[in-house]
Structure formats: C-alpha cells, structure tokens
C-alpha cells in the first residue's frame, strides 16, 4: 500500500504570495491533518478533515486554510505569506480520525518564505 | 504555551544500555498519549501509546510508563540500538473526541555504537 504522499517536497515563496500544499493520504483513509513543524515549536495541529468536512482547527490565523476532495486528498492554503510561516508542513492520514487512529505522516513540504 | 514539553533536547546513550525519554504535560483533560520516531527527510512514524487507565504499556524494546498525578511520562528503550537514533516525539490527546494530537518539541536520541 503506497504510503501519505505530499506534494511539492519543496516549495520557496516571497512574502505576501499564496501557497497551496497537497496531500494523497493512504488509500481507505478518510481523514486527513496537518501540522505545522518548526523549531523549537515542535508539531502543532492545523486542522483535520474528514469527508469533506472541517472536524478540528488549532490555533491559527485564518491566512491558514484546507479543504477536502471527495477522494480524501486534501490541500492547504496559505495566503499573506509571512517570514514566520517558513515551516516543514506535514500531513497525516487515518482511517477514521478517531483518537485511538494511528496516524501515519507524509514525509512534509519545506517551505521557505524569503 | 506548550502544554506538552520535552525538556532535554537530546540525549546520548552508548548502544546496549537503556534510553529514557521524558516528557511532561500541562493539560489535565489529556489522557491518550503517544511516541512518535522522526528520522530527518521523513515523517514522524508512531511508536507507542498508553490511555490514562493503564500507567505502562510494552511492545518490544518500548516501554511507556505514565504517572498521572506528576503529568509526566517516559519512553524506555531497552536494550538501544544505533538505529533508534532520530528525534522522539511526546504527543497527547483527548479521549473521546477526533484527532487534535499536541506534540512536545521533540527529543534528539543519538545511541553510540
């Protein structure tokens, strides 16, 4: 079974640009988080979908958004981009996205923020 | 405010002997926690858990102990092998609810062969 894939491996950006990352989760998995990962800060949760639908939201600003696709694949939108968001993203996949699930992470983006 | 800490960065240990790996935690309606192994280009692969109910949980060279009343747990590693050198993860959740995991800020291993 091919594992949670996420594209692009690496992204570099300008201040104020948009970006848009995406994640293909294991196949039969429903749900789908992010989490932001920088130093010093460790993993923090963004938000988790499952069909289609927003379950979960940490504590970012609103320039942070996602969506999910029929199919389980989900992106996320950073628009205004600032320094502070340079940042290895991670998305991880589950069957339902209960507590117990067992997430299994793609191996993130690297974005870099100029 | 980081409701779940790792206060060691890192931590060397010499291959054969045991790893321990702590982690404290703020939030008193967390009761699942996790391990998580992170090696560098990959993402964070799950170790082990352990529910409040329980205060050790094994699989294999891994031991979690939790001691609710201190908010602390630990991750034993016996004996350590060179391939268990990445960075550990603490993580916690609520029960009963989705996926929200807090994730402390991570522990570098390096075992020494």
């Known amino acids: 079974k091919a594992g949670v894939t996420q594209t692009p491996r690496y992204l570099i950006k300008t201040r104020g640009q948009q970006v848009t990352l995406s994640c293909s989760p294991i196949s039969g998995h429903r749900s789908v988080s992010w989490y932001q990962q920088t130093p010093g800060q460790g993993l923090q949760f963004l938000f988790e979908y499952f069909s289609e639908t927003q379950r979960n939201k940490g504590n970012f600003p609103g320039r942070f958004s996602g969506r999910q696709f029929s199919n389980s694949r989900s992106e996320m939108n950073v628009s205004t981009l600032e320094l502070g968001d340079s940042a290895l993203y991670l998305c991880?996949?589950?069957?339902?996205?209960?507590?117990?699930?067992?997430?299994?992470f793609g191996p993130g983006t690297r974005l870099t923020v100029l | 405010d980081q409701q779940v800490k790792q206060n060691s960065p890192s931590l060397s240990v010499q291959e054969g002997r045991i790893s321990i790996l702590n982690c404290d935690y703020t939030?008193?309606?967390?009761?699942?926690f996790l391990w998580y192994k992170k090696y560098p280009a990959e993402g964070p692969t799950f170790l082990i858990s352990i529910s409040s109910i329980k205060d050790k949980n094994e699989d294999g060279r891994f031991t979690v102990f939790l001691n609710k009343s201190a908010k602390h747990l630990s991750l034993h590693i016996v004996p350590s092998q060179p391939g268990d050198s990445a960075v550990y993860f603490c993580?916690?959740?609520?029960?009963?609810?989705?996926?929200?995991?807090?994730f402390g800020t991570g522990t570098k291993l390096q075992v020494i062969p």
């Open positions: 939030n008193s309606m967390f009761d699942y």
């Open positions: 991880a996949s589950s069957t339902t996205g209960t507590y117990t699930d067992t997430q299994y």
């Open positions: 993580a916690a959740n609520r029960s009963g609810g989705y996926q929200k995991v807090t």
